[in-house]
């Protein structure tokens, strides 16, 4: 399996950080990490696991969704504001042509910045494979965006975990608001929900308060793929 597109996650940060006027060293006490961690994600020079990502958008008081549709430079509004405008092509939907493995970055790039040209917008109702767009975290996580229905706060999501892959690079456990929904259908995922663990299957399911402490990791030898949702109420 191979992402259609990595949109910029760390310029999108950097962005939000700067529109809410903190500090790099601040965030970067705010979430427990070091400064040079998160300088490292906002100039792309590294990717920012599961666990680290939602602390972000938690602390920046953004939406997961946004980082999906930050594929221009310019700077982000807070979630839910209106994006400037972009081209689409002329069946109204917005041409990814080139946002496919082996495109042209640049390609890629202008193709989700005119995706993400109308804040309402509405991915689907079909989101072929070629189409989607995604987000490739560190500790060999890849989220790819299945659909979006405009006014709704749902992070609706293909998960892939590669082998050795884990939500969190060190190991620790992550907390953030929704409520979680997940079935996977290859492969193994160990969760570890508060003090229990639990060996997922193909054909198992989850759901659970996604405040409540958990992880996921791969210890197996083949990817495990499965589809998520989280849903908020902001």
């Known amino acids: ?91 109204g939907a917005p041409s990814l042509a080139g946002a496919v493995p082996g495109g042209a970055p640049g390609t890629v790039l202008h193709a989700l910045a005119a995706f993400a040209a109308d804040p309402g917008r509405r991915i689907g109702p079909v989101v072929t494979p070629e189409r989607r767009e995604a987000l490739e975290l560190d500790s060999g996580v890849v989220w790819e965006r299945l659909g979006h229905v405009p006014g709704t706060h749902v992070d609706f999501l293909l998960v892939t975990y590669r082998p050795g892959g884990s939500s969190s690079s060190s190991g620790g456990l992550m907390r953030h608001a929704g409520t979680e929904y997940g079935y996977l259908t290859s492969g193994e995922l160990t969760l570890t929900l508060g003090f229990d663990e639990y060996t997922l299957r193909p054909g198992d399911a989850v759901c659970f308060e996604s405040a409540t402490p958990h992880r996921y990791r791969n210890d197996g030898e083949v990817p495990a793929v499965g589809t998520w949702c989280v849903f908020s109420d902001t």
């Open 1 to 91: 399996m191979s992402p259609a597109a990595v949109p910029p996650v760390g310029a999108r940060i950097r962005q939000a950080r700067l529109a809410r006027g903190t500090s790099l060293r601040a965030l970067a006490r705010e979430i427990g990490v070091s400064a040079s961690l998160v300088s490292q994600i906002e100039n792309g020079r590294s990717q920012p696991s599961v666990s680290t990502l939602y602390a972000i958008t938690t602390a920046l008081g953004i939406s997961v969704e946004s980082l999906f549709d930050a594929g221009g430079a310019d700077a982000p509004s807070p979630a839910g504001a209106a994006s400037p405008a972009g081209a689409a092509s002329p069946a």
